[in-house]
T-cell receptor, first 111, second 113 residues
Framework: QKEVEQNSGPLSVPEGAIASLNCTYS??????FFWYRQYSGKSPELIMS????GDKEDGRFTAQLNKASQYVSLLIRDSQPSDSATYLC???????????FGQGTRLTINP | KAGVTQTPRYLIKTRGQQVTLSCSPI?????VSWYQQTPGQGLQFLFE???????NKGNFPGRFSGRQFSNSRSEMNVSTLELGDSALYLC????????????FGSGTQLSVL
């Protein structure tokens, strides 16, 4: 079983709609969870971090964490074409500062 | 505050050669992690250095090595290059606190011919 599984893409969403990205992880010890955005040809950029169960909102982005279900998600409200990118979920596992990444979900926002 | 700086941006090498990549972390950050990114495998953790000591290591062969200097700058070396080493190598810096966020550099795109 892979350590991190992200919903298969690519995902296509119309402009103004809600984009939903999901991620499950296998390490029950994990405490820190992150969402990174990576534009084509660029490096990953941290957009959200979440450490406790529940929702965390930052502008149009909401991260949701459910440790019992080992599930983390990212919602993007009022999607814009500039949100088109690959989204990577990651969590700490196996030791300090070792981030384990999912394969990423490619999101396209259609005008 | 300057971000994470990686040099060079692009490298072309041939099989059997060795290569050294450099990373300067954000000022005040003491932890530097290295990742390899390929289309097939995604982001794979190589190793992490904190205060000049290797603190964590991923599942890569011994041809991949690194070091960190007293000013927190880090270098990564790959010896006896193979075609499969072609990838984007990303450096990430953080304060080193458990669970703290990582900030990535622009990466070095290595092509092995």
């Amino acid at each position: 079983q892979k350590e991190v599984e992200q919903n298969s893409g690519p995902l296509s969403v119309p402009e103004g709609a809600i984009a939903s990205l999901n991620c499950t992880y296998s390490d029950r010890v994990s405490q820190s969870f992150f969402w990174y955005r990576q534009y084509s040809g660029k490096s990953p950029e941290l957009i959200m971090s979440i450490y406790s169960n529940g929702d965390k909102e930052d502008g149009r982005f909401t991260a949701q964490l459910n440790k019992a279900s080992q599930y983390v998600s990212l919602l993007i409200r009022d999607s814009q074409p500039s949100d088109s990118a690959t989204y990577l979920c990651a969590f700490t596992g196996g030791g300090a500062q070792k981030l384990v990444f999912g394969q990423g979900t490619r999101l396209t926002i259609n005008p | 505050k300057a971000g994470v700086t990686q040099t060079p941006r692009y490298l072309i090498k041939t099989r059997g050669q060795q290569v050294t990549l450099s990373c300067s972390p954000i000022s005040g950050h003491r932890s530097v992690s290295w990742y390899q990114q390929t289309p097939g495998q995604g982001l794979q953790f190589l190793f992490e250095y904190f205060s000049e000591t290797q603190r964590n290591k991923g599942n890569f062969p011994g041809r991949f090595s690194g070091r960190q200097f007293s000013n927190s700058r880090s270098e990564m070396n790959v010896s006896t290059l193979e075609l499969g080493d072609s990838a984007l190598y990303l450096c990430a810096s953080s304060t080193g606190t458990d669970g703290e966020k990582l900030f990535f550099g622009s990466g070095t795109q290595l092509s092995v011919l």
